[in-house]
């Protein structure tokens, strides 16, 4: 692949950038990108709060009406105050159950619509962002930052931070009410309430760092998992079923020793909620019932003020189930933030140019690459490619061509020097213009789930149906596309595993000469075709090249030569350049490679069973 570093240049372990220890998640540092999911939906969020405040009052009816019952219908024999009294209660109860469904219809249902538009917003810029990025981060675990990591934010925007502030509302308005009933045992459970508060404060700060380790952890078995579903025939060709189980085995212990761990944490702000309410109750009983026995408290007053102290304390029980919900979508919605805070290829401001048609003229000028610091790639490399011509880069593995290639496709950018197209400095220019006018066939396909003429129209969804026959014409794909039963309409499967790879290939070489590109790459283009296929669609390759700027990584000799230059490169230096016979006749390193390969030695250009035979002495002239 042209994105792949050479073998001379040793890449650390892929890791999640972010992934290394981190201060807890607080509101403080999260703030701007809550306040900015809220901010195009502010009136829904103030419409739920309106009617979480008309939901909450109603509901106090209920429990300011048991004191009317016990003290006035009950204790002063006022039957006539009973009905009004229990349709007044029927009522709140119907408003409160009105507004709660209508809170609920509009927050989840906007909730749902933001997952959904950040999960987009994330998928669109990761697929902005430079290549380098994909080099160091394991694509199952973009899945899982692109769809897991943002779901916890429903609860930011929907029923569950709305529904915590009602309960502190109403916290609020039950804290009065109590106060008129008995100051004494309002203070004394506030009091209780209050350091129990501090007690969450404190658990909450040690459940956020689990809450982010767990998506983490979540993202390497998820990333894992898709590599081992994408390379099962490998997994199946070596009898490895047992030890990828065993991997993600020990992946998915991860995880439960995580969820576990956090649930021992949640669990015990659970038993400290329960005993803070048996210590609140039993001051209450304890105080009260000396007040009642005083005649300082009415008992019907007693039965009101249990009744509000239940508001009161609820708020506390929330926070233990909305809060968790809340800590994990701030770790998630930080996580998500990492990924969005990453440039984008085009979002470099010194990307200004944009290019209209190219010729297609390609210029390195002294170019060093390095894909880390200190470890360079490319060492000075120079040369020119003329519009029209072919370039063959040949050379040992590692020695620098597919990095070469990645410069030319932009794929990444010079260390020092420059790549000139047309005269304009690559790293200058808008990525859009330039792409959309380069043509790349890779030595290892990529096919998508979908049919023959989808992926052949990838190239150009727009193009009429006679330009993609004429392309898959040329390409030769017809000849096996039209004895399927569904004809071009055949679905290739995942990565175009129903194809063969000579088949592959030929869609791939129909795409790009549907592209009608103006540069195009050819990665060893025919390395998975046998000799009769190969020559079969040379006139494809070669329609293909004809007035384009070229430039092939290829082992076959036909190929090499007809170039119209040869680029020999050793350790990321470009250590001869020329046309075959000139190479040849130099006996440099050009020659060894050549002459080892003809006598099949090491194989380096020859397709084993190749069968490029030919006079050497004639080949050189």
Known sequence: MVTRPSAKAERTPSRLKGDGPKKPTSWKAVWPDVKELMKPRRNQLLLGLGLIFISRSAGLVLPSSTKYLVDDIIGKHKPELLTPLILAVLAATTVQGVTSFWLTQLLSKSAQKLIAELRCKVQSHVGRLPVTYFDTNKSGQLVSRIMNDVEGVRNLVGTGLVEFVGGLLTAFLAFFMLLRISPLLTMLALAVVLTFSLVLQRAFKTLRPIF?????????????LTESLGGIRVIKGYHAEEREETV???????????????LTGVSLMSLSATVLLGLVGALVMFVGGRQILNGTLTLGGFVTFTAFLAILVAPVFQIVGIGTQ??????????????????????????????????????????????????EVLHGVSFHAPPGTVTALVGSSGSGKSTTIGLISAFHAP??????????????????????????VLQETFLFDGTIRENVAFARPHATEAEIMEACRIARVDEFAERFPEGYETVVGERGVKLSGGQKQRVSIAR???????????????????????????????????????????????????????????????????????????????????????????????APGEGDTFDEPQAAK
């Open 212 to 224: 982010r380790e767990r998506g983490k952890i979540t993202a390497e078995v998820t990333g894992r």
């Open 248 to 262: 993600f085995r020990a992946g998915a212990q991860r995880i439960l020793d995580n969820v576990l761990q956090s």
């Open 326 to 375: 809340l800590t994990e979508a701030l770790a998630g919605l930080e996580r998500t933030r990492e990924i969005l805070n990453e440039q984008a290829e085009d979002a470099d401001p010194n990307r200004t140019a944009v290019m209209g048609p190219i010729r297609g003229d390609v210029l390195f000028e002294d170019v060093h690459f390095s894909y880390e610091e200190g470890k």
């Open 415 to 440: 260390t020092t020097g420059t790549v000139l197209v047309d005269g304009q400095d690559l790293s200058k220019v808008r990525l859009s213009s330039y792409r959309t006018q380069l043509g790349v």
């Open 512 to 606: 790009a000469i549907l592209a009608d590109p103006r540069i195009l790459i050819l990665d060893e283009a025919t390395s998975s075709l046998d000799s009769e296929t190969e020559a079969l669609i040379q006139h494809g390759l070669g329609y293909l090249m004809q007035g384009r700027t070229t430039f092939v990584i290829a082992h076959r000799l036909s190929t090499i030569r007809r170039a119209d230059q040869i680029l020999v490169m050793e350790d990321g230096l470009l250590v001869e350049k020329g046309a075959h016979h000139e190479l040849y006749a130099n006996r440099g390193r050009y020659y060894d490679l050549y002459t080892r390969q003809h006598g099949i030695e090491t194989n380096l250009f020859l």
